[in-house]
């Protein structure tokens, strides 16, 4: 069975490979693209099926590991695994369903890949927040508690930049956004790890109430 450890390391992985492909995807788009006005999403659908999109599936994976690892910690729900279930599936979604072309009209597609980047953007810091409150992981709960924090403000900062702001600086508002919670996702894979292959939670050790000790040892 695979261990905690060894879900980190892919889910670690799979972030490194996302930022690698976010990295490249915005470097062979047209120069007519301004990233600090358009979003990840309009770079995206300039290149359907490019390397954006591969990253973004790469992140929905690295969430998506991190779930039966959390469940293996205490062999209990530990509160965070449904809003990284939702984060992973608005992903995959929002890959899979372009947004419209820069300058055009959304279309009901461009409305279904928007709502599942909502949920993947508010889903992420409510999973943090969650994890630190049950200690799920110990000695990452002051960070998961302030990139939590910082990613609630950044996803204010791009409402109002989408609304009253007139999308001024919405595309700096949103790299920062991804970069804080793909920071969070890193943090609980890097605790996964250093747990290492032999570290048991509280239900996995002797005498705690969720074993029940053999009749006669």
Known sequence: MPTTRNHGLVALGAIAL??????????????????????????????RGG?????????????????????RVRRSRTGGELPLAAAAGGLLLAAVVPTNEPGLPMDTAAYLHRYASVVTFVALPVGGWLLARRDALPGTAPWLRALALVSLALA????WSAYPGDRLLIGLAERLLILVEVGLL??????????????????????????TPARGA
């Not at 996302?18 to 290149?47: C, K, M, Y």
């Not at 390397?51 to 469940?71: G, K």
């Open 156 to 159: 204010g900062a791009m409402i």
């Open 186 to 211: 890193a943090v609980v894979a890097t605790a996964l790890v250093r747990r290492g292959p032999g570290s048991a939670g509280p239900a996995d050790r002797p005498g705690h109430p969720g074993l």
């Open 51 to 71: 390397v954006i999109d591969v990253a973004m599936v790469a992140l929905a994976v690295a969430a998506a590991v991190l779930i039966p690892a959390l469940r």
């Open 18 to 47: 996302a930022a690698l492909l976010t990295v490249i995807g915005h470097l062979e788009v047209n120069d007519g693209l301004n990233p600090w006005s358009l979003t990840v999403s309009d770079f995206a659908v300039s290149d």
